[in-house]
């Protein structure tokens, strides 16, 4: 009876390794995807059917997700209004961001790339956090380039990304107009974004850029050879460019070079959403004529006659030379001859009391899309932010796409069309006085 039942037993087991029996089979990965986020100012209200989600839910969609790491690379910090002595009541989502990433930092690996804070910014929410057990270091850019850390970006368990223009500021989710992207289920270009926050890690602890950098923070993808992989079911080219120059170990794009790129590119427009737009050094001494991109915006609308659309940020903080640079840039209109570069200014209204923020109520978009390429940055564009401040951006092509799915590109472009067209937008003239607008 021992035998027989043995060999019972046997022969049930191998039944179940027989190819005619059902085998269990490991599930798909789940599918990369790619969501435009944004920030819309309380009180700016479109009448438009574009919209997104907020970076506020997407911020605490990516912590939802968090299982073992969340890094941020960051400017500085800001997410309860305490430095502003406002009292205002919608810095409650920046509060619940900062509470909900302590909690986190009790529980898994929470790192912090910061600027080193200047004279009197705020430092509450990075003492928190690196008492709650993050691991916190600070870039002393000055010494390094002379710059600034300006980069805004999340890895999230080295497979989801956020990269926009949002600061980990209370005032970005609420009383600034932001727009960022992020991307889920994807560790090839998590892990290349890694590279660029370990490089900002390294020099946390470091009084020297590497030069060249160790191997490990070397790319394989560039604006030659881009990541090829499907965004929401669509065929897509993708990279990550990062400034300045110096910092970009082998293989990376700079920034400057994959905007160029971008713009040499296009075929038909060229539409470009920033915070400030300036051919100079901005912050230099002695001052400082910078005319890369400027030349090369007047270039394609000549040569190739390129359609091109600057939005422009007005807002008391706006450097009045600014104006006439862009009275200078929109004066490259003639119809007759094919020329057609325009400019606008964009100005998020405020009631007295939102007045009383400091550094609120602007469009501190920086992004640009094409008839080929979205390209999502976080610098503004003068020349110091890419040759000396740190900013990074994300450049995604999808003209191949044959999906029904809209692609990037056509819902950034739809962005841009929204906020032109808006009653917040004013073409920019000769006999412009921005000082009744701004």
């Known amino acids: 009876l021992i035998v027989f039942m043995y060999f019972s037993d046997e022969y049930k087991y191998s039944k179940s390794l027989s190819p005619s029996r059902p085998v269990l089979s490991v599930p798909p990965p789940p599918p990369v995807r790619i969501v435009l986020v944004e920030s819309i100012p309380e009180g700016l209200e479109f009448n438009s059917s574009t919209t997104h989600p907020t970076i506020f839910k997407a911020w605490l969609n990516l912590m939802g997700e968090a299982r073992s790491s969340i890094d941020i690379a960051s400017f500085y910090w800001s997410l309860t209004n305490k430095d502003t002595g406002t009292h205002e009541p919608t810095a409650n989502q920046g509060e619940t961001i900062l509470n909900t990433l302590a909690d986190l930092s009790g529980k898994l690996s929470v790192r912090i790339a910061v600027n ?16 709650s057990g993050a691991d916190i270091r600070t870039v002393n850019m000055k010494e390094l380039t002379s710059g600034v850390l300006h980069t805004k970006f999340w890895v999230v368990d080295k497979k989801h990304i956020y990269i926009g223009s949002a600061n980990m500021d209370w005032r970005s989710l609420t009383q600034v107009k932001e727009l960022g992207a992020v991307v889920y289920n994807c560790s090839c270009l998590a892990a290349d974004l890694g590279k660029i926050f370990e490089a900002y890690w390294l020099l946390g602890d470091s009084e020297s ?17 881009p990541l090829q992989l499907p965004l ?16 970009c170990a082998a293989g990376r794009t700079p920034d400057l070079q994959s905007i160029l790129s971008v713009m040499e590119d296009a075929e038909s427009f060229i539409y470009i959403a920033v915070m400030n737009y300036l051919p100079t050094m901005e912050f230099s001494h002695p001052k400082r004529y910078w005319a890369d991109i400027d030349t090369q915006l007047r270039r394609v609308g000549y040569e190739k006659r390129v359609k091109v659309r600057l939005l422009i940020s007005c807002w008391a903080s706006t450097k009045p030379v600014m104006f006439s640079f862009l009275k200078s840039l929109a004066s490259v209109y003639d119809p007759k001859s094919g020329l057609d570069i325009q400019v606008r200014l964009f100005v998020v209204p405020a009631s007295p009391k939102q007045k009383e923020i400091p550094f609120a109520r602007v469009n501190h978009n920086k992004y640009m899309v094409t008839d080929k390429i979205a390209y999502i940055g976080t610098s503004n564009w003068s020349g110091d ?14 003209t191949a796409s044959v999906s029904p799915e809209p692609t990037v590109q056509s819902q950034l472009r739809a962005v841009f069309e929204r906020d032109w067209d808006s009653n917040y937008s004013t073409p920019v003239a000769q006999h412009f006085n921005h000082k009744h607008l701004c």
Do not use: C, E, H
């Open 209 to 225: 850029i590497p030069s060249p950098w160790p191997s490990s923070f070397a790319t394989l993808y560039n604006k030659d050879t």
């Open 232 to 247: 929401n079911s669509t065929p897509s080219s993708v990279y990550l460019s990062s400034s300045p120059p110096s910092f």
């Open 116 to 131: 080193t804070p200047q004279g009197s910014q705020p430092q509450g929410d990075l003492r928190l956090l690196n008492n």
């Open 385 to 398: 932010y890419f040759v000396s401040t740190a900013g990074s951006a994300l450049v995604v092509n999808q």
